[in-house]
C-alpha cells in the first residue's frame, strides 16, 4: 500500500489509547513506558508526513534509503505498546480503599509511604475514597480487598455481606456536638426542637442519638439536618443550623466559626469512633492478599507508634493527605488516639451501636455472639507477636 493510504490527520499530536492505562500498577514503569512509546510515536508521524511529502509510494523508502530506520521504528513502538500492555494486566496483590478526608487515616498513609521508601509498595494499591460510605462500598461491591471506616459502617455491612470483618483498629476519635450560644442553647435539653446537622447513618448521627439520650431526648425532639461534614461550618455561619454532631476536623472548623458564639458538648463515654481497617473472609482466605494485609498492618504498627510518639515530625506530611493545613490537625489532635490494635472495647462498641443501626433499617439486631464475630483478631495477633 502507498503513503496515499495513511490518513494523518494530527502531526505530530499522535496520543496513546487512555484504556491502556486506566488499571495500571507500577506508575513510574508505566509512566516511563507510555511516554517512551509516545515519543517514538509522534516520531514516527513526522516521519511519515515527510516521506508523504517526498515520495510517492513506500517503494520511495529504498530509494531514501531510510527502509530500516522505518521498519525499526515501527517495532519499537509496538514493541513499547506491548510492554504498556503488560503492565495494564498485572493486578496489585492488595487494594485498600481509604477515606481520604479524615485523620483517622494518617496510619495507614503513613505506612504505605513507609512500605513505598523500602520499595515494597508495588503491590499495594490505595484507592481515594471521599469518605467511609464510599471507600466500604468499594469492599462490598468487590473493587476493594480492604477498606477504612468506623464500626458503625462495619455493622451497616456486614448485613449486607456477612463476609465483612473488622481486622485492626487504626484510630479512636472523640466526637463534638458544636452549637451556637445565640441560638438559647446553653445546655444538652435545650437542642429540642432546634436544627441539628449531621451525616445520615453514620458515625456523627449515632454520636447525636447518644447525647440526645443522655439528655432524655429523641431524635423526634429536635430536627434533624443531613449535612456532610464539610458543609457544616458555613451551615452554622448561615443560620442554616443552630448545631452540628461531627467528627474532626469538621467539628473544630465549625467552632471557629461560630468565635465566641460557640457551646460546646463532648462526653467520650458516649461514645468514642473505633476507626477500623476491614476486609472480607474471602480476601483472609486467599495466601497472596492474607500476606499483604499482614505486612501493611505490621507496617501500620511502626507507623503508628511514629505517630504516637513524634507528631510533630509527621503531621507536616500527613496533613496535606486530606487537604487540611497542619494548624487545624495540631489543633485537634488530643481528640485522637492510634493503637494499631484490636481490644475489648471494640466488642462492646459493636454489641452497644447494632440496636441503633437494627432499627435505621428496620430489622431486629442481632445476637451479641455474631456481632464479635465480625472482628477477626488472628492477623493483628500475627502481626503485633512478630
Sequence with gaps: MGLEGFQLRQRGRGNLPENLVMNATGPNMKAFLLTAANCVYRLLLDWLCVLRRDSADMRSL???GCGVCFISLVLLT????????????????????????????????????????????????LLQAPNGRNAMAQLIGGAADAATGSE??????????????????????????????SAGIRRLSDLRGKRVGATANTSSH?????????????????????LEGQDMPVALEKHNVDAVSIWEPHAENSLRALGNDVV???DGSAYTEHFNLNTRTDVLADPAKRAALLAVIREVARASSRIRNRPAEMIPSLAPRIGFPQRTVFSVWR?????????????????????????????QPRPDRELTALIDFSLAQQALAN
Excluded at 81 to 99: C, H, M, R, Y
Excluded at 349 to 363: D, F, H, M, N, Y
Design 152 to 181: 458503625t459502617q462495619a455493622l451497616l455491612n456486614s448485613v449486607i455481606d456477612p463476609r465483612v470483618r473488622i481486622v485492626l483498629t487504626l484510630s479512636e476519635c472523640r466526637y463534638r456536638i458544636i452549637a451556637r450560644r
Design 264 to 266: 460546646v458538648f463532648e
Design 206 to 226: 449515632y454520636y447525636l442519638s447518644r447525647m440526645l439520650a443522655k439528655a432524655r431526648m429523641r431524635e423526634a425532639d429536635i430536627r434533624l439536618v443531613s
Design 78 to 125: 509496538a514493541g513499547l505498546l506491548g510492554l504498556s500492555v503488560f503492565a495494564v494486566t498485572v493486578e496489585p496483590d492488595l487494594k485498600i480503599a481509604v477515606n481520604m478526608t479524615t485523620i483517622e487515616s494518617f496510619p495507614l498513609f503513613a505506612a504505605v509511604d513507609s512500605l513505598s521508601a523500602n520499595g515494597k509498595a508495588d503491590r499495594i494499591e
Design 335 to 363: 481528640q485522637f488516639t492510634f493503637p494499631s490494635a484490636l481490644n475489648g472495647g471494640l466488642g462492646s462498641t459493636l454489641i452497644a451501636v447494632e440496636p441503633w443501626v437494627a432499627s435505621g433499617q428496620k430489622r
Design 62 to 64: 529504498k530509494r531514501t
